[in-house]
């Protein structure tokens, strides 16, 4: 395996079927970065036979490097990250980017640890200054934005999905791709055991999303909420506030701090609208807001306002809806 120069390295994420589109976001920046930098661009693909690698092709990296095997089927974070560090080792690249999704946020730390290098994680910005990588996140309760530097090599970062635009598609050009044979599959039924996310539809990638807030007063009452997404064909989300409370997970959290969603419909329930939470939700198509106080700061973004208590106006509109 040969690759001219220290390239920046995109980790390709599949959901079993095809590339995540967090992907070709990571490659849109790592473009301009390594265009900046007159480095080559590389991408690291490790994938079950079921997986349709030409779109990454057309994306404009120079090369692609993959390895086809069964056992990437499903998201078995240790298996990935030990194979994908002994093509690192090879390959030295000067920086590591890694979609900051539940898979990406499990596989990174592995990653980092058994390369012996730093990782931020959640990044919104990137940029290279004389070489180094400045990798741009929230910090202080979003009150501002880091810019940390690592000194050690690779650098690595995980990056927000949706914070960049995708690459642009060019079939005049394809990438090469560099089919790689190494494989460690040792343990591998013991390590399957110990994994802690799956390929699910991400909330970024829903059409609908119901997000409940402080308005709820304990956890079960995601049921209502989750009725009506069911309703309306969509996920749930929740605020900042209600994750920290254990109501929901970490994974469905919309905000700078969570995820960033552009559905076509985003119904917020009983959520106030903090800056935080607006920063991941804004950029809807529509926005209905359902919330007891008539001054709450999410009526000044949203389309359609109902001042209730959303304990009495979902199930109303679960009745309207289903008939």
Do not use: W
Not at 49 to 59: A, G, M, S, W
Not at 216 to 228: I, M, S, T, V
């Amino acid at each position: 395996m040969t690759q001219q120069n220290n390239p920046i390295l995109i980790v390709a994420e599949h959901n079993g079927q095809s590339i995540h589109p967090i992907t070709y976001e990571l490659m849109g920046k790592a473009k301009e970065l390594a265009k900046q930098q007159n480095l080559p661009l590389a991408v690291l693909a490790l994938v079950s036979p079921t997986v349709d690698l030409q779109e990454l092709r057309f994306r404009g990296a120079n090369s692609i490097f993959y390895i086809r095997h069964d056992c990437f089927a499903s998201p078995d974070e240790s298996l990935y990250a030990q194979n994908m560090s002994n093509v690192i080792r090879d390959l030295e690249p000067e920086v590591i980017l890694i979609g900051a999704t539940p898979f990406g946020r499990s596989l990174a730390p592995r990653l980092a640890a058994i390369l012996e290098t730093g990782l931020t994680a959640d990044c919104t910005d990137l940029k290279m200054e004389e070489g180094h990588l400045v990798q741009i996140r929230p910090a202080f309760s979003e009150n501002i934005l880091a810019h940390i530097q690592t000194e050690t090599k690779p650098q690595m970062a995980t990056v927000r999905y949706k914070e960049f635009a995708e690459a642009e598609r060019n079939e005049k050009e394809p990438s090469e791709m560099i089919e790689l044979q190494t494989l460690e599959t040792v343990g591998h039924q013991a390590i399957k055991t110990e994994r802690i996310s799956d390929f699910i539809v991400d909330i970024t990638e829903a059409p609908v999303v119901v997000s409940g807030g402080r308005g709820l007063k304990k956890a079960e009452d995601f049921k209502l909420l989750q009725a009506l997404a069911d309703a309306l064909g969509g996920m749930l989300g929740g605020s900042r506030a209600v994750v920290e409370e254990g109501f929901i997970s970490k994974d469905h959290q919309v905000g700078y701090s969570g995820h960033r969603v552009k559905p076509v419909l985003y119904v917020a329930c009983g959520i106030s609208g903090a800056p935080q939470h607006l920063a991941g939700m804004k950029e809807a198509e529509m926005i209905i807001a359902i919330n007891s106080d008539p001054s709450a700061p999410i009526f000044q973004i949203a389309d359609y306002g109902i001042v209730g208590d959303l304990y009495e106006v979902i199930p109303k509109l679960i009745s309207e809806i289903s008939r």
